[in-house]
């Protein structure tokens, strides 16, 4: 991270949090172009025709298709060519399996090209209109107020021949609907999204239409370029530089977790050789386990590395309006859109290699359809922003929702809560260490003090937890080895659920669900003091009715 703090927005004047000025958004040096509003590297656009006659995509759809149908050929044709044998009975002429491949790909792609010629698509002031099918035709009519997100995807082949996918995702049944239009030429795909986002903001009424130009029986109506509504400049929030991506990789939970599950997965192995071999000691059942965990974590910080540094290059977060556009990857750019209004919730997550790092990583929960990074459910996406210094997370939140969002002062569970959760730490590490425990006698004692970490584990868990309000959210914060703090505004809530068993009831205690659209997972907080809980149940429903 540069050593200037970001360059975000402020909060409204009043009681709410203030925030310093910062000179540069956070992972530009100064200078950089994408410092400068409306600049964040895609800025080459060629703008839609309007009222044009139907036109097709790009021609290179058929080029690369044919390309690929090629490589298919060629790689079988040494097959064809082989020499045949008749040394054996039942021997003939080479596989029947080569020529049915061949024949496949030779229909799929004279399919491909009809199915291409027969696509066209058209592009009025309100809605676009594409046409479709060889013998039996269907139009879609995808009317602009409707659309949520508009995003551009690039694979590699794509981004070498300067072609992308523009995918355009609608409100609709079962989470919504998605058209994808590809291959387009990506200045012109770039274009077109600009231009239906920035009609959709004014058929929705967030902006004002331009009045309209009259037009004489006398004056024809033809094709013109759209000019796009003027909207808010794009202004650049995060760049993530590859050596940020690199340490967000090496630090990911899944890295980080990994390694005590291997440590016991390689007692657990050692001591199944052990009884099977009693040449061999305890020390070197110890040894090998060793050997195997690091070179196993090894792999996984490696395979972090090149997942991040790959998969999230040049990860850029910028906000438009009422829009936040994300753009990442090398091997697959993707420029994703994501309207604040989707956003269901926030949760940052750290471990405690991170925290020691002073870092966090932030997931936007949202119910639009799926098309983003990683989707959780039907009709839901979940958005990730790999890392950022803790100590721009307030500014940073501000900036990415407006209002006061911050993560306020936590109010701690009870003693109760506190024992739950050493026990239930312990209990479980004394179950996961006593099979090789027993097989590698007489070490296990020693094996069964590794429970006793159970007590520091349990009681961070507990430390960390807890439950706060501010005037627009509520915040749920629980774990330790993979620590989650859950912002719910009030209006996203949907419902609330409270749940108790046996153990829970006779502690005084709650487990807390708040329903949101989308997440198939929803935010919850164990152990909660039974009067806390009901509270929330109650109020909180009626916050998200009067707020919504």
């Avoid at 020499?83 to 799929?108: C, E, H, M, N, R």
């Avoid at 993530?240 to 967000?248: D, F």
């Avoid at 020691?356 to 990730?384: C, K, N, Q, W």
């Avoid at 239930?424 to 970490?453: E, K």
């Amino acid at each position: 991270m540069p050593s200037e703090p970001p360059n975000l927005p402020q909060p409204p004047a009043g009681p709410a949090r203030s925030y310093p000025p910062h000179p540069v958004p956070p992972g530009y040096p100064p200078g950089h172009p994408a410092t400068q509003p409306g600049l964040t590297g895609d800025t080459q656009e060629r703008p839609p025709e309007i009222g044009a006659p139907p036109k097709r995509t790009s021609p290179l759809t058929i080029g690369i298709n044919i390309v690929a149908a090629l490589f298919v050929i060629v790689v079988a044709l040494p097959q064809l060519l082989a020499p045949q044998s008749t040394s054996s009975k039942g021997s003939g002429p080479p596989s029947y399996f080569v020529f049915v491949l061949v024949a496949v790909v030779a229909i799929q792609l004279v399919g491909g090209t009809l199915t291409w010629f027969a696509r066209t698509y058209t592009i009025s002031a309100r809605e676009l209109v594409i046409d479709e099918g060889i013998l039996g035709r269907r139009r879609k009519v995808v009317p602009f107020a409707r659309v949520q997100q508009v995003d551009i995807n690039q694979r590699l082949v794509q981004q070498v021949v300067n072609v992308a996918t523009l995918r355009i995702d609608t409100a609709g049944e079962a989470g919504g609907s998605s058209i994808k239009l590809g291959l387009l030429d990506v200045k012109l795909a770039r274009g077109m999204r600009s231009y239906i986002l920035s009609r959709r903001a004014e058929l929705q009424g967030t902006l004002r239409a331009p009045r309209p130009v009259s037009q004489t029986a006398s004056t024809p109506a033809i094709a013109t370029p759209a000019i796009a509504t003027p909207v808010a400049a794009e202004v650049p929030l995060l760049h993530l530089s590859p050596g940020r991506l690199a340490l967000a990789g090496a630090t990911h939970h899944t890295v980080v977790l990994s390694i005590p599950v291997l440590l016991i997965a390689g007692l657990w192995g050692g001591a199944f050789v052990s009884i099977t071999d009693n040449k061999l000691s305890v020390a070197a059942v110890f040894g090998v386990s060793m050997v195997l965990v690091l070179s196993l974590g090894l792999f996984l910080i490696m395979m972090g590395l090149l997942q991040y540094t790959l998969g999230q290059f040049g990860f850029t977060l910028a906000e438009q309006g009422d829009d936040l556009h994300l753009r990442y990857g090398l091997l697959e750019v993707r420029n994703l859109t994501i309207p604040r209004r989707r956003v269901q919730h926030i949760t940052i997550v750290d471990n405690p290699v991170r925290r020691a790092l002073g870092v966090v990583a932030i997931y936007l929960h949202s119910a639009a359809p799926l098309g983003g990074i990683e989707g959780h459910g039907a009709g839901s996406t979940r958005f990730e922003i790999p890392i950022l210094a803790r100590r721009d997370l307030d500014q940073f939140l501000h900036a990415l929702m407006g209002g006061d969002w911050h993560v306020p002062p936590l109010t701690p569970r009870n003693a109760s809560a506190k024992r739950r959760a050493i026990t239930r730490r312990t209990m479980f590490l004394a179950l996961a260490i006593t099979p090789p425990a027993i097989m590698l006698r007489p070490a296990s004692l020693a094996l069964y003090a590794v429970a006793l970490l159970g007590i520091p584990w349990g009681a961070l868990a507990h430390r960390r937890a807890g439950f706060a309000e501010t005037p627009e959210i509520v915040v749920l914060s629980h774990g330790a080895l993979r620590h989650h703090v859950d912002l719910l505004p009030y209006s996203r809530v949907q419902s609330c659920t409270a749940e108790q068993n046996p153990l829970q009831r006779a502690a005084k205690l709650l487990t807390l669900h708040v329903n949101v659209a989308g997440p198939s997972t929803d935010p919850h907080l164990y152990d909660m003091p039974a009067g806390a809980a009901a509270a929330y149940l109650a109020d909180l429903p009626r916050q998200s009715v009067n707020r919504g």
